[in-house]
Structures are given as C-alpha cells and as structure tokens.
DNA sequence: CATACTGTATTAACTACTTAATACAGATAA
DNA sequence: TTATCTGTATTAAGTAGTTAATACAGTATG
C-alpha cells in the first residue's frame, strides 16, 4: 500500500474509497484477491480502522469486494463489475471536464493541445515508471 | 440571479464562490458590476446573509470583487484578474482530466473522441442556444 | 487450550459548517 | 429629518457528518 495524501476537505472514507476505485480502474488489484485487514490499511495510512470499515462497508455494498465473516475481505471476482467502473470513471471524467471547459470561450483545438502538453508533463512526471 | 442547485457534501459558501467563479470565467459578468446585496442573495438562494458574506469575503480577499464601504460590492474592473481566473481554471480542469484518465488504459484518441461525444451531447441539452 | 488475528456493531466525542440574533456605521431617498 | 437600504463584526447555538473508543463473535494457528 503506497502513501495516500489525504486532503483535509473531504472526508477521509471518501479518500479511501477513491484509493482503492483507482487501484480497481487501473487494474493494480486482481480479481479475488485478498485484501489487507481494516486494522493493517489503517496502520499504514495513519488512520482510524473505523474510518476504513466505513470505506470497506460502502465498497462492500457497490460489490467491489466481498467478504465472508470473520475472513478478509476480497477484490471482486466479477470482471464485468471491474469493467462497469472503468466506463462509469472515464464517464464521470470526461463529462465533468467537458462541463467545465464549456464554461469558457475555448476552442476545441485549444483544449486538445492543452490535454496533449499534460500528458506529456504528467508522464514526465513519472520517469515512465507507471508501477508502484 | 439564477437557481443554484447545492449539494449537501460541499459547504454552502463554496458553492456560492464556484457560481461566481463560473459567472467570471464564463464572462457572463461585467467588470466593475454592481452585484446584488448579500441580504438580497441570501433571500433569493434561501441561505443565511452571513453565509453569503463568508463567500463574499473570500471573493473580496482574492480580488474577484471590491467593495467601498457602506456599498455594495462590485465585479473587479482589472481584466487581467480575469484572464487569471480563466487561466487557472482550464489548467486545473486538463490538470485533474488527465490525471483522472491516466489512471486508466485508454489511448488519446478513445480520449478524444469521447470528448467531441460529449460535447455534442451538452451542446444539445443547451439547445443550440450556444454563441456561435 | 491460548493468542492474535479477522469483521462488525454500538456509542461517544469531535469538528467544521451553518445559522441565528444582534449591533453598528454609513449611504440613499422620500 | 426618518426609514430603509448597504457592508461588517461578534457571539452563541445548533447541526450533520466524521472519526474514534470499545466491545463482541468467530477464525486460524500453535
């Protein structure tokens, strides 16, 4: 588990919920896989294990992970759920930004090569190591 | 004054800052505007005066507007404050859209095509009412 | 068995935000 | 003048949401 910032506006549940929707999305979790307990993710990210049930209760309910009692909880076997929150995430992206940008006088090509200078920025970023 | 739909996860204030935000950027504000008292916006959002003024001081703070005393407040008449304004928002907008869909596998020109998807659609619930 | 780990439920405490009640100084207009 | 509008400041109370403390039941392992 890598470092999580959290911001201090948005409740931390959320922040952990979005963690692991990006682990889900990115494919950096396999279908089924054990997950660390509540109390071991909440060791590690300075937090109360209370504040991660209520991710895991939530995440629980969306059937992104499972859980049998007294038993780790598990990433979910269903591929199609995986692939349903990829399209609902890049949905949510794209919609959102093109909401915003419309707001403003702005051509689409501007917006492309902008979009374009980014990627390259944030892939610098990176050093091309896109794993943890 | 439009309506302004708040959701409940984001403090009141904020949500009045982004409506004036977006009045700025979109230009549908004019430099050196009087707005209307804080009382009147309070009335005609349903929210208390002193949740208009934190928003209020706030946008005072950053120079969006400018107040005398005893008077009401007034869009800022520094067009360059604007372009800053507009400025910041389309980076912070490709900055979290790319960030968002590097997250995941998709190439530019999937990006891309959802985008021009996209704006067609928003476009259309608008009803063409668009500027040219 | 004992120990240390699971998940879960209940309840309390805390925090940020909002609301509210006032008050005051100055502007505006009848 | 008076009445009503501005913005601003202070203080207190209320509220919802989040986080935290604690306890309990079952599992796994030795």
Redesign the interface.
Known sequence: MAQVHFNSRDPIYLQVIDYFR?QL???ELILGEELPSRRQIARQLGINPNTVQRAFSEMEEQKWIYTEPNRPSRVTEDPAMIQKL?QE???K??????????????T?EE??E???N??KN??NKNGGTQDD
Chains 1, 2 share one sequence.
Not at 94 to 105: D, L, R
């Open positions: 990006k999305v990115g494919d990829k995430y890049v949905e992206a794209v919609k959102e930004f093109v909401a915003s940008i419309q707001t403003i006088n702005i689409y917006i492309s902008l979009i374009a980014e990627i944030q892939s």
